[in-house]
């Protein structure tokens, strides 16, 4: 009897754990309804789905009703969204490629629903109520990329990769292409480590290999490996050197490490997409990109904190460049073996 | 001067990687010796380096966040020495849920701290490294930054030498294993099973979260929900691997921490795909197996609950 009831107590524990971190809260404004689902972060994750609530707020100041439900484990994606398309909202998002799938049957299931979802690009037409948003991480990969060039002193950056893939291999490129263009600026060769460690979540792998590459002679990490990637951020700190942050300004981590990040703004997405919505823009079956042009990526303000002035306006030349097209961005090794031979 | 920097930076990064797991696996070692199957040490991992991380941010102290670590690892464990030994439940249940528990509770308590944020924000200061405490000026230095490792490294051959001692050396260290191999002799000679088991399952706990709370302070800084990811079940593996003994679990986590270490000196390496290398820990773990090690005797009693008067 006895074991019973503790066995029971211990279920008990654990529904507990599980609701009262799915906390739920509806604002009631007036206007078009959007709500959003989050993957297992929640919405003070200090990463994108944070931001992507960011957006959602700023659409809430211009009348719109907005709402979301927070998933504590993978298998709520499903039933979060069910239960959202319940209550008929003008759009629905889904919060990080985790929720392909989720999305993807929910848009099957209800064809008369609009969803959107995150860093995830559905082939085109093949779901015509859902929509993709991505990012031109190659861009803003680019401008870290041409500052690390321009403030190594040692002539040797590093990079590290979570995962091999076409999404992922925007960063590697776009960066390799920034070190270079700097590099063909300052008249000299810059030797780029690139690193894959086949982990977003191993804080000790990102950690180890980026001490091996500042022992190499690296002075400047800039890794794309998630909370893995948080150990080359803390490899920087215990050895004083620079350290490029990925997504978010990741410069709270090690206020006098971190050189810059390249930054994913996730909100804006959610706001520009949203809105695209509701101005009757017919959306469903398309990706859409968004780059610096639409300040979709970018670099953080507190860049300045560490690079000195001259190099932040050259970045800026750098920016408008890209964005009128004179620079233009590889994403696969084939597009940056033929830009770097144009580039002499 | 290249192949020195390289050698030293494998072993320091070998025990960067290790001491976590040495902890741990020690913790493994003590309960399963006394007959208590732990298959929680991962959520007690995790749960410790929850501990750690918040009252290492709060009070900005390692030693006091590690002692919390410990703290919060012995908790849970005492939660599993009452189901395992008085309410005589299914161990690896429990250890399962556990498992679930130490995250979750983890993950709510940094929720409850930090703002609704799963995770923690940056502890202040890390464990120590033994250079700085040593007072060597390593900025010039690059052979003494590669050789670089925290204190905490060892502790952790302090206690696989402790418990070695206590467990073959001491009378203490008989009756444990007497409770593991044939709990109802040693009753019968008067050792108190029931309390031996409670001791050295809580013991579990503590060293796991203490793990775990080396794994927050020196590696991540912080407390995340994949802090841990998978160290509780390798530390696991290494107390099978080494035989059920301090010394053979401590190599055991060295030798994993090594080919972790291999991976990282040789990534980048064009030749050598990553996934290829990715796979190399557990090939090595592998082969050693079927080379190196005899066979494993668990112990006799290992994951049975022990009725008074059972023979």
């Known amino acids: 009897m006895k074991r019973k009831l503790f066995c029971l107590l211990l279920v008990l524990v654990l529904m507990l754990t599980f609701v009262v971190s799915c906390g739920q809260k509806d604002d009631k404004t007036k206007g078009k309804k959007v709500a ?11 990463s994108f789905n944070q931001s992507a609530w960011n957006g959602m707020l700023r659409l809430e100041k211009e009348g719109v ?16 969204l069910d239960r959202k398309t319940e209550e008929k909202p003008d759009l629905i998002w889904g919060i990080g490629f985790m929720m392909a799938d989720a999305v993807a049957d929910a848009s099957k299931a209800h064809k008369d629903q609009l969803y959107a979802i995150i860093d995830v690009g559905y082939p085109d037409g093949e779901l015509p109520n859902a929509v993709g948003a991505m990012f031109h991480s190659e861009e803003s990969s680019f401008l870290v990329g041409y500052i690390a060039g321009h403030m190594t002193k040692t002539d040797h950056v590093g990079f590290i990769l979570g995962m091999e893939g076409d999404v992922m291999f925007r960063f590697q490129y776009g960066y390799l292409a920034g070190v ?24 000790a792998v990102g950690k180890a290999t980026a001490t091996k590459m500042y022992s190499d002679g690296a002075d400047i990490v800039y890794h794309a490996a998630g909370q893995a990637g948080s150990g080359a951020i803390t490899a920087a700190k215990e050895l004083g050197k620079w350290v490029i942050g990925v997504d978010l300004d990741q410069s709270p981590l090690a206020p006098d490490n971190v050189l810059t990040s390249a930054l994913k703004n996730v909100d804006q997405a959610v706001y520009g997409l949203s809105k695209k919505v509701f101005d009757g823009e017919q959306v469903g079956g398309k990706t859409f990109f968004f780059g610096l042009k639409d300040g979709g990526v970018g670099i953080p303000e507190t860049s300045s904190k560490h690079v000195p002035k001259e190099i932040l306006d050259k970045t800026k030349e750098v920016e408008k460049k890209i964005i009128d097209g004179t620079i233009t961005c590889p994403i696969t090794e084939e597009e940056f073996k033929a830009w770097k031979e144009k580039l002499g | 001067m290249e192949l020195l920097n390289t050698v030293l930076l494998t072993v320091s990064i070998t025990l960067m990687y290790s001491s976590p797991l040495i902890f741990t696996s020690l913790g493994g070692v003590i309960t399963q010796r006394a007959g208590v199957d732990n298959i929680g040490l991962e959520g007690m991992m995790a749960f410790g380096a929850c501990g750690a991380a918040v009252v290492g941010y709060f009070t900005a102290n390692p030693w006091t ?11 849970l464990a005492f939660l599993h020495a009452f189901i395992s030994v008085t309410a005589k439940g299914n161990q690896i249940i429990s250890g399962i849920a556990i498992n679930f528990i130490g995250l979750g509770v983890g993950i709510f308590i940094t929720r409850r701290l930090f703002n609704g944020a799963a995770q923690s924000s940056t502890v202040p200061n890390g464990i120590p ?50 409770c593991g191999e044939h709990p109802g002799a ?5 050792v108190n099973v029931t309390l031996i088991r409670y001791i050295c399952t809580t013991l579990s706990g503590v060293m796991a979260g203490l793990g775990g709370g080396i794994t927050a302070l020196s590696i991540a800084y912080r407390f995340t929900p994949t802090v841990i990811s998978g160290q509780g079940f390798i530390a696991l593996a290494a107390v099978i691997f080494g035989n ?33 290398l990715k796979m190399l820990p557990y090939v090595l773990t592998l082969l050693v197996l079927m080379v190196f090690v005899e066979r494993s005797t668990p112990p006799r009693a290992l994951g049975q609950p022990y009725f008074k008067g059972q023979s």
């Open chain 1, 36 to 46: 959003m689902i989050t993957d297992i972060g929640g919405i003070n994750d200090e």
């Open chain 1, 65 to 80: 009703e907005i709402s979301f439900l927070e998933s504590a484990k993978e298998a709520d994606y499903k039933t979060n």
């Open chain 1, 180 to 203: 270079a263009y700097a590099a063909k600026e300052l008249g000299k060769e810059i030797k780029v480590d690139c690193v894959t460690i086949n982990t977003f979540g191993d804080t």
């Open chain 2, 65 to 75: 966040g590690l002692l919390v670590g410990a703290l919060f690892g012995g908790f």
């Open chain 2, 129 to 178: 490294k033994v250079m700085d405490l040593l007072g060597l000026d390593k900025t010039e230095s690059r052979l003494l930054q590669s050789a670089e490792f925290d204190v905490t490294v060892i502790f952790g051959f302090l206690f696989a030498f402790l418990i070695w001692f206590i467990l073959y050396k001491t009378k203490t260290g008989l009756r444990v294993r007497a």
């Open chain 2, 186 to 190: 040693a009753d019968t000679l008067g």
């Open chain 2, 244 to 276: 059920w003994k301090p010394i053979g679990a401590t190599l055991a986590c060295l030798l994993f921490g090594f080919a972790q270490a291999l991976t990282v000196i040789l990534g980048g390496v064009p030749w050598m795909p990553s996934e290829i």
